[in-house]
């Protein structure tokens, strides 16, 4: 293609220009690409969060019934009571055990079922989208960073979230039922500080999807530029533009980090004030339900279950906050992707409609053409452009770059329609044909050769579906390639590498021929098949293409003019137009024409190159004898394996990448296939590694914010001391409401200054812990991912030819694992201090209140800790292997996409997503197993809380009975233990992300930790004052 044609389709790189201004997708839309089988999950899942999430509140009842038994009973049968109502626990414990386990076994499973349907459904979408829509309005980097990272945030938004947001809602709903029903007056006075939590939740989820629109953006442009680095990056290498390209990435996450530590402070601001909010609404309970006990004639134990009901029910909604954050997260996410998905081609390659010809001849025509491309619009490409090529005649266009040569090909594709005049075969309107059918009449062979990275079998077949051996056979022979593909290790079914990356230029080429053979077209269009070759590898491509000519109509876009002097018509181009047309004999003819001094022109250039050419004769002489030679150095020298490699990978650039165009034969890459073995050993060497990665180093990248580190922790730590606390005043409070009026009145005003304070406390810890988490979280994703696209352009060239360095699988690597790492220092870091305060602060309450019950307390605490690990211990093997599947299908969208004409013109759409979906089976089905495990973790965390409960207070009676601990002390260890367990199961809660977090990590430090033999970052070395030029290769 032209130079200033390339130009002209470069896309914008900026995703349409959404500018990531407030553009969200509805909740309820997440779900639209459900199926009857995900509906369902979503039922059950919903309905048994709503049983799970009331579970609670009917805990607030079973305990009313406790006080009484306690309260009410004469020491010697207080045991026959409170069995009774342990009873009650158990059965509680049973049905919130189902229950929980369904809520998230369905939930994990459909958000993992839907996820990989949305992704499939966008890299269906893209692969019909017409060639302008790449030009203007997506880049590679850009959709392989929305399907590994905005996909992610879309099934945090539709999985587990939902069922824990639908679990709160009913507790919050059950909380102020059961609270109504106990003490309506109470609940009413209470009830009207809703509506504050409600406007200060809503603020908060409103800013957040802002500032998360603004971060997707900024890591859509990084991805951008991680996919253009590292799929240019032999140009970048050799240009040194690493250093440009390091700095280009690191001002893109600059931006995200901006927004993610505003995204921090926001949603701690909007948790504080509704905690603030929920302690001062505590603070008036305790205030009011004394002046109703004075008043009103109410007693102690309707006050404390109203109280202990709208606990219930305003800590639930105080916990929505992460689940209001992913959903604003995945709206956003899933703007740009499902207007995608709704977006309807102009030019649209699954449209069946449009004539099939019972036959078609080949006859070729542009009428009258007007075209711009539509990334250019102010550049006139063609006004009023024609040309005629009979069936079975070759053209040939020639001409300087930018004249328009190669727009002739993409129109003849229908990559684009002209904006004015016809183009027309067999004198039919391209447009009024089936576009799928005509492609399949046409085949395309271009400058560059596009190569997916599979096996060289797979690559031709891209060709003709169902295509048979014999008929592969047969197409690899008539383009010449028969000969060095029997001599390969593997031969059909060696790998290629990344853009072919194993192959020499011509190798690669004779595949292309090979593959537009396969489908036997009827008009073939070359453009520009040979330009990149060098003259030994120009030769027999050539060959091959004179095989394939015959009896088809052929367009050549011809750069070196030698190639084309047997074609039927030449036409000279030139802005636009066809300056000159005729055979080469007749242009010939006139020495002032525009082809006689093209011709003049190169042989001129030829001329100096003469001496280039007998060394390239001499080269592929002796190329066998120099191949064994090779071969015996890589048997017999393990010690340097580097010469083979730089031997290999070199030349498979360009002509001008290895002897500076000296023209190696492309055939030397063949010793690269022995090493396929060591290759794949060095890689399970590498996984196991991966295994034993500590976090401890993850902790040491994170050193330079040590201080804002320790701030958080403390604000963490404070904010977990609160609740533990909470609950002993609220056992004190029980005592209080049965004092006399005087004493009660006094009292309450104290308590009820107490919680306000509290709550102030908290709204001062609970901002300063988001947002120096979000700092530390926000620098550290930032370092991991500068350092490892640092490492990642600084290795050597064959680093990126294995299959797992490709730049999709790179992009989605630096995407998903830095994001999933910082759940480790962010979310999950926060919670754990916060935890280890809350457990530490219940166990202190506890053993002053009565130790003799928190000993026995302590001796069955492992059983609720118990689930935790063992969930951990199941999730262990599935995450590392469902990533690294991932990153297959990550790498076959990216190779799709970058080569987009290339699948257009086979129309290898069905092809590419049958692969896709081939490689996202996988990691889907691990989902599933990991859903199914997270929902018995779950559902076993509550299980064990309830049965803990009824154990403690059937022992408790006992001690009381035994006069061993008193009424009062019973409930101080019993909400000791009670708040100091949810916040064990919220740790629970988390280990899935946990987990992929060290996978992550892991995964991360194996690029970190990569040494290239070839390091572009290394100063050593001698530098010369003067370079003259002369080369010289010793053996």
Request: neutral net charge; charged residues 20%.
């Amino acid at each position: 293609m032209d130079k200033d044609e390339k130009k002209s389709e470069q896309p914008d790189g900026g995703g349409g220009g959404n500018n990531g201004k407030d553009q969200k997708v509805s909740f309820f839309k997440l779900f639209a690409f459900a199926d009857h089988l995900d509906v369902i999950f979503m039922v059950v899942g919903t309905i048994s969060a709503v049983a799970s999430g009331l579970a609670q509140p009917l805990m607030t009842l079973i305990f009313g019934k406790l006080i009484n038994s306690f309260g009410s009973t004469d020491r010697d049968h207080v045991v026959k009571e409170v069995s009774k109502v342990a009873v009650l626990f158990l059965y509680l414990a049973l049905g919130t055990g189902v229950a929980s386990f369904l809520q998230v076994a369905c939930w994990m499973v459909t958000g993992e079922r839907q996820a990989t349907r949305i992704r499939g459904l966008y890299l269906k979408t893209i692969l019909r989208q017409d060639i302008a829509f790449f030009d203007t309005e997506t880049t590679t980097g850009e959709v392989i960073g929305r399907m590994s990272g905005d996909t992610i945030l879309i099934q945090d938004a539709m999985g587990e979230k939902v069922g824990k947001f639908v679990q709160l809602l009913a507790t919050f709903l059950g909380g102020f039922a059961v609270a109504f029903t106990k003490g309506w007056l109470l609940a009413l006075v209470l009830l009207t500080c809703i509506p504050l939590i409600v406007i200060a939740g809503g603020s908060m989820a409103l800013i957040m999807s802002k500032m998360s629109s603004q971060g997707q953006v900024a890591y859509a442009a990084a991805g951008n530029v991680v996919e253009q680095t590292v799929g240019a990056i032999r140009t970048v290498a050799s240009f040194t533009g690493e250093k440009r390209a390091i700095e280009k990435y690191d001002s893109k996450l600059e931006v995200a980090y901006k927004a993610s530590v505003k995204q921090g402070l926001v949603s701690g601001t909007g948790l504080g004030v509704v905690l603030l909010i929920v302690f001062c609404t505590y603070g008036l309970a305790v205030w009011y339900g004394s002046k109703l006990i004075i008043e009103k004639g109410y007693n102690g134990g309707q006050i404390i279950n109203v109280i202990m009901a709208i606990m219930v029910g305003g800590l639930s909604l105080g916990q929505t906050s992460p689940c209001l954050s992913a959903f604003a997260s995945g709206q956003a996410a899933a703007y740009k992707m499902f207007e995608t998905i709704d977006r309807k081609p102009l030019i649209d390659s699954y449209d069946t409609s449009g004539r099939i010809l019972n036959d078609i001849k080949g006859d070729i025509e542009l009428r009258d053409v007007h075209f711009r491309y539509p990334a250019r619009p102010d550049v006139q490409i063609f006004a009023g452009f024609s040309l005629t090529v009979p069936s079975g005649k070759t053209a040939a266009l020639v001409g300087q770059s930018g004249s328009g040569k190669s727009t002739v090909i993409s129109l003849l594709e229908r990559f684009y329609d002209p904006d004015s005049g016809e183009v027309l075969i067999d004198g039919v309107n391209l447009k009024e044909l089936q576009l799928k059918w005509i492609r399949e009449k046409i085949g395309l062979v271009g400058q560059e050769p596009v190569l997916f990275l599979t096996t060289i079998r797979e690559n031709i077949a891209y060709g003709k579906e169902n295509a048979t051996d014999e008929e592969i056979r047969k197409a690899i022979q008539l383009a010449n390639a028969a000969k060095f593909v029997d001599k390969l290790p593997k031969g059909l079914d060696t790998m290629v590498g990344e853009h072919g990356a194993q192959l020499s230029g011509g190798q690669k080429q004779r595949i292309a021929i090979a593959r537009a053979i396969l489908k036997n077209p009827r008009i073939l269009l070359l453009d520009e098949a040979t330009s990149a070759l060098d003259a030994e590898s120009e030769r027999v491509v050539q060959d091959a293409l004179e095989n394939v000519m015959t009896n088809r109509t052929t367009v050549i876009v011809a750069h070196r003019l030698t190639t084309i002097r047997t074609a039927d018509t030449i036409a000279v181009v030139h802005r636009g137009k066809i300056v000159e047309q005729g055979t080469h004999e007749e242009l010939i003819q006139d020495p002032e024409g525009g082809y006689s001094q093209l011709v003049r022109l190169q042989e001129g250039n030829k001329a100096g190159e003469e001496k280039l050419g007998q060394v390239d004769t001499k080269l592929d002489t002796n190329f066998e004898a120099d191949k064994l030679l090779v071969r015996t150095i890589s048997k017999n020298s393990s010690g340097r394996p580097s010469m083979r490699k730089s031997i290999s990978r070199g030349s498979s650039g360009s002509r001008h990448s290895f002897a500076l165009g000296y023209g190696v034969p492309g055939p030397i890459n063949l010793v690269n296939m022995g090493e396929e073995e060591e290759q794949y050993e060095r890689t399970e060497l590498d996984n196991e590694k991966r295994q034993s990665v500590s976090i401890r180093r993850l902790a040491y990248l994170n050193r330079p914010e040590l201080p804002v580190l320790v701030l958080a922790s403390l604000a963490a730590l404070i904010h977990g001391v609160v609740f533990p606390i909470f609950g002993l005043l609220l056992s004190s409070a029980i005592k209080m409401f049965y004092e006399p009026p005087e004493q009660l009145k006094k009292d309450s005003n104290f308590w009820a200054l107490v919680y306000i304070g509290m709550g102030c406390i908290t709204l001062v810890a609970v901002p300063c812990q988001n947002y120096f988490f979000g700092i530390a979280g926000g620098k550290l994703i930032r370092r991991i991912r500068y350092l490892s696209f640092q490492k990642v352009v600084h290795q050597q060239i064959s680093w990126f030819d294995d299959p797992a360095n490709s730049s999709g699988a790179i992009g989605a690597r630096l995407s998903t694992d830095a994001s999933t790492v910082r759940s480790l220092v962010g979310d999950a870091l926060a919670l754990i201090v916060q935890n280890i305060a809350t457990v530490t602060a219940g166990l202190f309450i506890a053993f002053i209140a009565n130790w003799m019950l928190a000993l026995i307390v302590l001796a069955v605490s492992p059983l609720i800790l118990a689930q935790g690990f063992v969930q951990a211990k199941f999730l262990k093997g599935f995450s590392a292997d469902a990533k690294e599947k991932y990153e297959e299908a990550s790498q076959v969208a990216n190779d799709a996409v970058g080569s987009i004409r290339t699948v257009a013109s086979f129309c290898a759409e069905k092809k590419v997503m049958d692969l896709y979906e081939e490689k996202c089976q996988g990691p889907k089905e691990q989902g599933v197993r990991l859903g199914v495990v997270s929902g018995i973790g779950f559902g076993f965390s509550f299980c064990a809380l309830y049965c803990v409960n009824a154990f403690l207070f059937y022992i408790g009676a006992i001690l009381v009975q035994h006069g061993k601990a008193t009424f009062s002390e019973v409930f101080k260890v019993f909400f000791a233990l009670t708040i100091s367990a949810v916040g064990v199961s919220q740790s629970s809660a988390m280990a899935p992300d946990t987990n992929k977090a060290k996978d992550s990590a892991a995964s991360i430090f194996s690029i970190l930790d990569s040494k290239p033999q070839i390091d572009s970052s290394n100063d050593e070395g001698i530098t010369l004052e003067n370079v003259t030029g002369n080369i010289e290769l010793e053996h």
